[in-house]
């Protein structure tokens, strides 16, 4: 092993602080602890803005069925963490994107998450 124990254990206290902070985005509602949304959420808010409703759907990579990836973006939609609008492209489409509201969570959420990364990095190379 490169790392011995106590590295890995500072790890996987980091992963829990994360995934703590994951929970407080969604106001500690459990229901958006899952890597489908992990998946949907931080692809939505790597594009920066709106996406085709199509390509939001093949962002959940654990969802073999567009239909069930559909289930998961209309809860995110009914919920208020996606918001769905006409493409003006392109009637036939619908584009979706992050609201405000959970843009700004999140980018509240990647700043602690890099800090707890920074963290936790420190105290491994100190070991």
Known sequence: MDYGR??????????EK???????????????????????????WQAQSDVRKTDALGYMT???SAHTAGKYLETAIRRGLVEERDNPSDARSKLVGLSSSLQDRLDAFFDSAVQEMTHAATRVTQD
């Open 62 to 64: 654990s969802v073999k």
């Open 18 to 44: 994360v995934g703590e902070h994951w929970l407080k985005v969604f106001g500690n509602d459990t229901e958006f602890w899952s890597a489908v949304y992990w998946d949907l959420f931080t692809k939505l």
């Open 6 to 15: 106590t590295q890995h254990e500072e790890y996987l206290r980091m992963t």
